[in-house]
């Protein structure tokens, strides 16, 4: 089965444009054919709710910034202890039976529940939601960048030995641009989860971000508010999907195209 | 014996590749090929013989010529289930048993529940693989996987056995013993047999006839009769006779120039 | 064999370690923290054991909203994987955008499943299902689709019908990509069906429970909920590991 390019691109887009389509007709059903009063609420038409986005562009963008400047503080923490403790598990033997079981436990912690707790314990907005971001970006990526490093051929390896290259350069030459495929699995996974925790923590009682704007509009019952701040959250979600995609791109070119392994 | 049951009529087949070239895998290639005969397509890689074979199976359609197996198309004889391919690979379903693994083509054939108990028994205790039936896939030697897939082919009774290079991923010592297996099997059975290598003494050992194509584009460069008695052992291939077949097919490659 | 003991010495040993630290107030040190900001691991057990029926009570409540959430949401990204196996031209379009629906952040959809439901559970429910959705769809659909090189030759080399294909070669074959889904969604469920406890109107369940408890600067009550939560996890995922083992002994993985 192969389909090109360009025809992939036709299809996405006929989506797009077909999912946005059934929303407007959803939405209009709710408001002049089921006749709901809670259709401005429940499902608003998605033009309206574009109009208010454009309308409060500003407002919306340095919410955002906040809340994404965060998680992206967070992810890149944890991304860097991610890889740091992966590389040393793959160092030391002792270090990864030590510390193995406990990723794979503290991947079953609900981390974004503890949200609450690391907020009542740092009392700091700021710091909490770089804590939960890093967090929660430090498990994907330790565990995939991990499965990474193992999953090197030994011969790849035996060929730098026979010509008794050091251990530093084994990892230089070998092993990490091996694993680099397995790190950014890891790190599409996490980027929208930093997202996620950013936004959260926002909403347990921050004074800026989008969250806060998303719960404040809620209670307040400024509705076209609220979607606007939904769809922007989504926004931002996606985006940094596709950044994290993009960098793929750019730094292992040849990787286009192909999936990396999910852990 | 000598009825021309497989025709090959002008058989061409091009590609367009990513850079859009035309690739010419066939270039009107003609064959008669005769019912209960063992013939092997031998040639490089890139001289089509794999391509052949495909479209002989209806797994692919040629851009030029046709091919008239008992007076219908291979469409008809594959909806017929007339075909037992065996490919380069085992092909077994990880997830079913060696017995299992065998029944799969007799399931969608709708064959009754008794007889492909019989068959299995049959085809097993024929590849030597009597013990092996409740084994996962897993759990066998690539030589053992690929005798399943043969036992596999068989068990439909095909009236085609189609082989596509069933042996290149084995080494020498298990390839020399499964072809001795596989003539004595095909004695047992009356199949037509079509079987692609790129071995020369493997191509000689077993066929009535080798068919040598030639790559860029593949061609049909000679048809060798092998007059060798039948049965045929290993120790043949010590015999002065084997190796003239070998060096005259030989020839055959250092001739076109490749 | 020396080899398995050391598998589990060795994090034990540390585990033992840590706790003991922590009890005898060296996190605290370290961390800079009060005693009533991060209660020590006994006075956690205590507070578990005084409560401990109301905490499987909560726990309950948290883990059936997960479970039927997870089981709907797997049920229908299967089926959407199907779909985009059957059509698979416009099915990957599809999957494109599921995987851009997968990026989109928990935390928003819960107000809005608080709009569509009255119910604390039918909310949960409708949080979870979303979220475990995608993940379900993108493995079955690889599942389905990548096949071992031949074996499709093989079903069309006997004339077999789509449906056929699909029952005997495509839906075992995606066995262990549905496994990987559920085991990435039981982390997944627990978590959206406690954030989505954050902001319903449900007076139970541990995300309730969580909030109420720090609300009422109960921290080791919260803590203890933690700990209740993450051991449900850890116990569902080893029920789909033994599942995984028996039903798919087969694969790579299981040897």
């Given at each position: ?62 919410a955002s910034a906040v809340t994404f400047s965060r998680a992206l503080l967070g992810f890149a923490i944890g ?45 700091d907005m700021n710091l909490s939601r770089i804590i939960i971001a890093a967090?929660?970006t ?56 930093a997202v996620t925790a950013s936004i959260l923590v926002d909403?347990?009682?921050s004074?800026s971000g989008i969250g806060v ?23 931002l979600?996606?985006?940094s ?23 | ?258 | ?255």
């Amino acid at each position: 089965m192969t389909i090109s390019k360009h025809e992939r691109r036709l299809v996405t887009a006929v989506w797009l444009v077909g999912i946005l389509a059934f929303w407007e007709i959803m939405a209009f059903i709710l408001k002049y054919v089921v006749k709901s009063e809670m259709a401005s609420v429940k499902l608003p038409f998605l033009h309206t709710i574009f109009i208010t986005m454009f309308q409060n562009a500003g407002m919306l963008l340095e919410a955002s910034a906040v809340t994404f400047s965060r998680a992206l503080l967070g992810f890149a923490i944890g991304a860097v202890i991610g890889v740091v403790l992966a590389i040393l598990m793959s160092l030391s033997k002792t270090l990864e039976r030590i510390a193995f079981p406990y990723l794979i436990i503290s991947q079953m912690i609900p981390v974004l529940g503890l949200a609450p707790i690391i907020f009542n314990i740092v009392r700091d907005m700021n710091l909490s939601r770089i804590i939960i971001a890093a967090y929660i970006t430090f498990f994907p990526v330790s565990v995939n960048m991990l499965s990474g490093l193992k999953s090197v051929d030994q011969e790849k390896k035996e060929l730098l030995y026979a010509i008794a290259a050091s251990k530093f350069n084994v990892y230089r030459k070998l092993m990490l641009p091996y694993a680099m495929p397995y790190l950014f699995t890891g790190l599409k996974i996490a980027a929208p989860m930093a997202v996620t925790a950013s936004i959260l923590v926002d909403m347990l009682g921050s004074k800026s971000g989008i969250g806060v704007k998303m719960l404040y509009s809620l209670y307040s019952s400024s509705m076209d508010i609220f979607w606007a701040s939904v769809i922007t959250s989504a926004i931002l979600g996606i985006v940094s999907y596709y950044l994290v995609i993009n960098a793929e791109h750019f730094f292992l070119p040849w990787q286009s195209g192909k999936e990396g392994e999910t852990a | 014996m000598s009825e021309t049951q497989i025709q090959v009529k002008d058989v061409s087949m091009v590609y367009t590749n990513n850079a859009g070239e035309k690739i010419n895998a066939l270039d009107s290639v003609s064959l008669d090929i005769k019912e209960g005969e063992f013939i092997s397509l031998l040639g490089p890689s890139g001289c089509g013989k794999t391509t052949l074979l495909r479209i002989i199976a209806d797994l692919l359609q040629p851009t030029d010529g046709e091919i008239i197996i008992d007076g219908q198309s291979p469409r008809d004889i594959r909806i017929k289930q007339e075909y037992g391919i065996v490919f380069q690979q085992p092909v077994l379903y990880d997830w079913r048993t060696v017995r299992r693994n065998i029944c799969l083509p007799m399931e969608i054939m709708g064959v009754p529940k008794k007889e492909r108990t019989s068959r299995i028994d049959e085809k097993l205790d024929l590849v030597g693989l009597k013990d092996f039936g409740k084994k996962y896939p897993f759990e066998l030697s690539g030589g053992m996987q690929q005798r399943v897939g043969i036992a596999r082919a068989l068990a439909l009774n095909p009236k085609y056995l189609l082989m596509d290079e069933p042996f290149s991923a084995l080494d020498e010592f298990t390839r020399e013993k499964l072809n001795e297996d596989l003539l004595e099997i095909w004695g047992k059975t009356k199949s037509t047999v079509i079987f692609v290598t790129h071995n020369i003494p493997e191509s000689v050992f077993l066929s009535d006839r080798v068919i040598v194509l030639t790559p860029h584009p593949g061609k049909l460069a000679a048809v060798v009769d092998i007059d060798l008695p039948r049965p045929r052992r290993n120790e043949l291939r010590d015999s002065p006779e084997f190796f003239e077949y070998v060096a005259k097919i030989r020839k055959c490659f250092q001739e076109v120039k490749m | 064999m020396m080899n398995k003991v050391k598998n589990i010495l060795w994090p034990l040993l540390f585990g033992i370690a840590f706790l003991a630290l922590w009890q005898m107030g060296y996190v605290h040190k370290v961390l800079d923290l009060k005693p009533f900001q991060l209660p020590v691991p006994l006075e956690i057990v205590q507070t578990l054991h005084a409560n401990l029926p109301k905490a499987i009570k909560d726990c309950g409540v948290t883990l059936s909203g997960a479970f039927i959430g997870m089981m709907i949401g797997s049920a229908i990204g299967f089926m959407i994987a199907v779909i985009a196996t059957i059509f698979p031209k416009w099915g990957y379009g599809g999957l494109i955008i599921i995987t851009a629906f997968n990026a989109m952040p928990i935390v928003a959809l819960s107000p809005i499943m608080n709009l569509y439901f009255s119910t604390g559970m039918a909310q949960k429910i409708g949080v979870v299902t979303i979220v475990c959705m995608a993940a379900m769809a993108m493995n079955a659909y690889s599942g389905l689709n990548t096949l071992k090189p031949y074996s499709m030759d093989l079903m069309h080399s006997v004339a077999a019908e789509r449906w056929v294909i699909f029952k005997k070669l495509r839906l075992p074959n995606c066995m262990p990509n549905v496994f990987t889904a559920f085991k990435i969604n039981v982390a997944a469920s627990i978590i959206a069906a406690i954030i989505s406890e954050y902001f319903a109107t449900s007076t139970a369940g541990l995300g309730f429970g969580i909030k109420d408890n720090l609300r009422k600067a109960e921290m080791a009550m919260g803590w203890s909920y933690i700990v209740v939560a993450s051991l449900a996890g850890v116990l569902i995922y080893i029920v789909i590991l033994l599942l995984e083992r028996n039903v798919i002994k087969w694969h790579a993985s299981q040897r």
